[in-house]
């Protein structure tokens, strides 16, 4: 990064130029931009005071729609507005927060996140007391799989070809097919998507 006093006055300089008011004061002539977006699909890898950077930041000038793109020490530097909001709430984050969770890509507040945290919790623990469930039980079905836990089925090579033939096999009996619908259970649990079973188990 190189001395941020040049970089300041680079900035300076080069605002003015894409200003109204080209000779007003430093304070006047920022309250002539706004920040508008990080946009996406720009090959541009300088600010205009000529450090480079890899969070872009778009400002416009909202007497003559002058557009510019800068850098997050700019940004910040210069006081320009920064609205940012959380993803999941829209609440708007103070400005220096804002534009540090901009730089980051982290848009959701500390409550979602917390909120968020919380729900993947109880339904990790829940996925985890169906697997230790599911993976106590035994197939009732004769062949193969007669009497093996779940668990010790899936680490059979060909184990999503038999479960294939099985389905068909015993479609009509219903106590069998109540064994092998919680086996499909037990492994959509595990990650499993059994919806195909010709092209094979996908996780």
Not at 18 to 29: G, I, L, N, R, W
Not at 71 to 82: L, P, S, T
Not at 142 to 159: A, M, T
Request: aromatic letters at 8%; charged letters at 30%.
């Amino acid at each position: 990064m190189g001395d941020p006093i040049s970089a300041a006055i680079k900035f300076m300089i080069e605002l003015r130029k894409m200003s109204v008011c080209p000779e007003a004061c430093d304070k006047h002539v920022v309250a002539e931009w706004e920040y508008i977006g990080n946009p996406e699909k720009i090959e541009v890898t300088k600010c205009i005071c000529d450090t480079p950077i890899e969070n872009l930041f778009l400002i416009e000038n909202i007497l003559n729609g002058n557009r510019a793109i800068i850098g997050c020490e700019c940004i910040k530097r210069w006081n320009i507005e920064c609205e940012v909001s959380c993803d999941t709430c829209k609440k708007k984050f103070p400005r220096n927060v804002g534009i540090r969770r901009a730089c980051t890509g982290n848009l959701i507040c500390r409550k979602c996140k917390a909120r968020q945290k919380k729900i993947e919790k109880e339904e990790e623990s829940w996925r985890e007391q169906r697997i230790r469930k599911f993976a106590k039980w035994t197939m009732f079905a004769p062949g193969i799989w007669k009497d093996l836990p779940f668990h010790s089925i899936v680490e059979h090579e060909n184990w999503i070809k038999d479960l294939l033939i099985m389905n068909l096999e015993y479609k009509k009996d219903n106590s069998i097919k109540k064994s092998l619908a919680a086996f499909h259970t037990y492994c959509s649990h595990l990650g499993y998507s059994l919806e195909d079973e010709e092209e094979g188990p996908r996780c």
